[in-house]
């Protein structure tokens, strides 16, 4: 059973960082490209960053572009965004994916499979 969980949202003054982490379970992450996604109240799901399967080739929103890293640790099957310079307009909760259809990887449509998503709230 596929299973993404995220760990390491919480509340953080603006300037400040947050790790977030995905453990996966049910297949190995350097199958798949892995995104994570956010969603703020009364709007939609927005992609945040992704990477490929090697780690090789990483993408980012230009909101993030500078502020946020994604990694991944195909042995810990862990995927990782670090986020500094923490503003209160990326107060939202978190998605971790798995991209495991064709299509670009700063599409929604292009992951099947979702984490339960983690808060983060960036205070002014």
């Known amino acids: 059973q596929v299973q993404l969980r995220e760990y390491g949202g919480g509340l953080v003054q603006a300037g400040g960082s947050l790790r977030l982490s995905c453990a996966v379970s049910?297949?190995?992450?350097?199958?798949?490209?892995m995104g994570w996604f956010r969603q703020a109240p009364g709007r939609e799901r927005d992609f945040v960053a992704g990477?490929?399967?090697?780690?090789?080739?990483?993408f980012y929103a230009d909101s993030v572009q500078g502020r946020f890293t994604i990694s991944r640790d195909n042995a810990k099957n862990l995927v990782y965004l670090q986020m500094n310079s923490l503003k209160p307009v990326d107060t939202a909760v978190y998605y971790c994916?798995?991209?495991?259809?064709?299509?670009?990887?700063?599409?929604?449509?292009?992951?099947?499979?979702w984490g339960q998503g983690t808060q983060v709230t960036v205070s002014s």
């Open positions: 990477i490929d399967w090697s780690g090789s080739f990483t």
């Open positions: 994916a798995a991209k495991s259809s064709f299509g670009n990887i700063r599409t929604i449509t292009s992951y099947n499979y």
């Open positions: 049910g297949f190995t992450t350097e199958t798949y490209p």
